[in-house]
């Protein structure tokens, strides 16, 4: 079997004509163009992904997954993209009664949602229009696209229909599943959480259901920061992703790409006539795709499938420098910004210092009080007065610029300083005291002063008082730190299974060496005595050292129990949902041999039945026909019970009558 034909047959499953087909390729023939060979247009998809994987096109996989849990991920998240493969158990516990199309529709569907309404990829083209309609109904156009256009004339059926980033936090038990079953690491040290409100498309989880064929265009992340996208199934999607390095050099030459983020189809003849490299691969469904800061990536369903994603931040200096990379990208192209910079980077320095976030905070301040400077000699600003209520707002009401430390305050409007030109000027906070802060080595504390979290009332920051107050996992932020997922269980599961097997099979080889080196001893020692005596006084010998083994282990069952082998429970439980424990077998023939002692002892101590006269069982009998007893108070005197509990029973049946 050639290379291609491997390929197919790890990601697809062909027919057996496909298969006939697929063994008559040859692998030279690939390196040929596709109108040359004996079959064009038969697999084409399959043959340009081939082609992909085969140029190094394919992104890094996550192979050590216990470790990439504890770890943390601005330690390793350093690339422009990597794929988990989550376990098919796993993604199955995800979905069930949730991530499902019959599950949408029964929770759901009754609910008005945005759709897209495109044609299929194709170079030049990036018409789209946007329409309401209800979730129940576009689920039946995904059901039969035929028959949906028969009933609804007024909808073009030469184009697609897709629903694209719908926003889910108000689907609370969706969210609580995803929020428990994705890898802890993304939500325990995201740079997100330090955000003061919730903004579109950046910190709320989304849901795509696509159909066959739609697409969603070239962008980067707002912001620049690092996005997750977990495939749910049951189809696939393709995906190209461009690593930061090579977007200026995209953007010089192709300008609709910056423009018109999310627009534009990109086709890999532009990417191969600039020179620019790229990443190409398939997302089955189980797979999660993360990807670096800045990365620039462009996705098509080719089935109908259900994904699900989120955006989060790295805590480390390559993330902030892609995020002053797109910065500087915004300001050249005249590009409103979407992500307030200077204000989450201050509020990360203060909770996580880092040299390179102090370094552009120092900038910022700078470029601050250069501006005020100016304004003064003009003779524009007379007063500045500091109020700290201020920092909520992050952006200008009227031209959407992000305001950092100085803003106009007027008629409950927030204003930057280039859109009004007031005399008196309001801090968000005192220069000095964060030049103080950024010239200092020592560890910083939250204050009222500079943390914008920080409620005065309160010792603690509230972006740390927020987690132990709440109860049921509505954001990252009220994960606990020593959580775990249920994935993570599934995991160190599968772990310990591989190796209990391992150990076991090196058990019975070292049994059968051990049986092949007695045999031999047999065979010579054959000739001067009985060969049947020998080996009869063998098998009593391993018999015994057998039954002694078994005797200290039922003896010390608690010496069974390995570090690997504890239960692991999850600490925030969502609703309507079980806490998943980790069984192994081990732990299973400990129980059961508990179990047959507590079964044995309860034998010895059950006292003997009491035979009753005739005399007896008609009293019992006539008490019955009178008092009209259940049947279960009259089985339990006629069965084999104690002689207190018949006494007992007669007694209550006494005083009834007497009654």
């Known amino acids: 079997m050639n290379l291609f034909a491997e390929f197919v047959n790890l990601h697809y499953s062909p027919t057996p004509q496909e298969q006939e087909l697929l063994e008559e390729i040859k692998s030279e023939n690939l390196i040929q163009p596709i109108e040359e060979q004996a079959n064009p247009f038969k697999f084409k998809g399959l043959l340009d992904s081939y082609l992909d994987s085969y140029n190094r096109t394919q992104p890094q996989r996550i192979k050590d997954h216990l470790n990439k849990f504890h770890q943390p991920i ?50 030049d083209n990036t018409e789209k229009s946007y329409f309401s309609m209800t979730l129940s109904k576009y689920l039946d156009y995904l059901h039969d696209p035929i028959d ?37 690491c993304f939500l325990k040290e995201d740079g997100l959480s330090y955000l003061r409100t919730k903004i579109k498309n950046v910190n709320e989880l989304q849901i795509n259901i696509m159909t066959p064929g739609s697409w969603q265009g070239a962008k980067q992340e707002p912001g620049a920061v690092n996005r997750i996208n977990l495939n749910h199934g049951p189809g696939d999607c393709l995906w190209i992703v461009i690593d930061p390095e090579h977007i200026e050099n995209l953007f010089q030459n192709e300008k609709q790409f910056i423009l ?7 086709q890999r003849e532009c990417l191969k006539k600039h020179g620019i490299p790229y ?68 509020d990360i320095y203060i909770h996580n210092q880092n040299e390179q976030l102090r370094i552009y905070l120092l900038e910022f301040i700078n470029q601050e009080q250069k501006v005020i400077r100016e304004l003064i000699q003009k003779k524009k600003i007379y007063t500045l007065d500091i109020n700290y209520l201020m920092r909520k707002h992050c952006f200008c009401v009227e031209c959407k610029e992000e305001i950092f430390i100085f803003c106009y305050h007027i008629q409950q409007k927030v204003l930057c300083l280039k859109c009004d030109k007031n005399y008196q000027v309001q801090c968000q906070y005192n220069v000095n005291i964060l030049q103080l802060l950024l010239s200092s080595e020592e560890p910083i504390k939250c204050s009222y002063h500079y943390c914008s979290q920080y409620e005065q009332q309160n010792i603690k920051c509230t972006a740390k008082f927020k987690q132990s107050k709440k109860k049921k996992a509505k954001s990252p932020q009220s994960i606990k730190e020593s959580s775990t997922s249920n994935i993570e269980n599934i995991l160190r599961q599968k772990s310990y299974i591989q190796e209990e097997e391992k150990e076991s099979n090196q058990q ?44 200290k282990q039922i003896q010390n069952p608690e010496k069974m129990d390995d570090d690997s082998n504890k239960v692991i429970q999850i600490v925030d439980e969502p609703p309507n949902l079980k806490t998943y424990v980790i069984t192994t077998r081990k732990r299973k023939q400990i129980l059961e041999i508990k179990k047959d002692e507590e079964f044995k002892k309860k034998k010895q101590s059950s006292v003997k039945p009491v035979i009753k006269s005739d005399k007896q069982k008609q009293k019992f009998t006539s008490i019955y026909n009178k008092v009209r007893l259940s049947e279960e108070e009259m089985n339990e005197i006629l069965g084999l019970q104690n002689q207190q509990s018949q006494d007992r029973i007669y007694k209550k049946g006494e005083k009834i009558l007497t009654l």
Request: aromatic fraction near 12%; glycine fraction near 4%.
């Open 148 to 184: 949906f256009f028969f009933r609804n004339k007024q909808y073009n059926p030469n184009k697609l229909l897709s629903l694209f980033d719908l926003q889910i936090e108000s689907w609370e038990e969706e969210s609580f599943k995803l929020y428990e079953y994705i890898p802890q």
């Open 74 to 123: 601005s330690d390793w998240v350093d690339q422009p993209v990597f794929l988990w493969e989550i376990p098919r158990e796993v993604l199955d516990q995800l979905n069930r009664g949730y991530f499902k199309l019959q599950n949408i529709r029964h929770n759901h569907g009754s609910e008005s949602v945005m759709l897209t309404q495109q044609l299929k990829a194709a170079q």
């Open 508 to 551: 019975k080889q070292t049994k059968k060496s051990d049986k092949k080196q007695n045999n031999r001893e047999i065979k010579v020692k054959g000739e001067q005595a009985d060969p049947s005596k020998q080996l009869k006084s063998k098998k009593h010998g391993t018999n015994k050292d057998t039954q002694n083994q078994e005797s």
């Open 279 to 346: 990443k190409r691969f398939i997302q089955k469904p189980g797979d999660l795709v993360i990807l670096g800061a800045g990365a620039f990536y462009q996705m098509e369903c080719l089935s109908t499938t259900i994904t699900t994603g989120w955006s989060y931040l790295a805590m480390n200096s390559y993330s902030y420098q892609q995020m002053m990379k797109r910065q500087q990208i915004n300001i050249k192209y005249q590009i409103k910004p979407e992500f307030p910079l200077k204000n989450l980077f201050l």
């Open 260 to 266: 018109q983020q999310g627009e534009c189809y990109l």
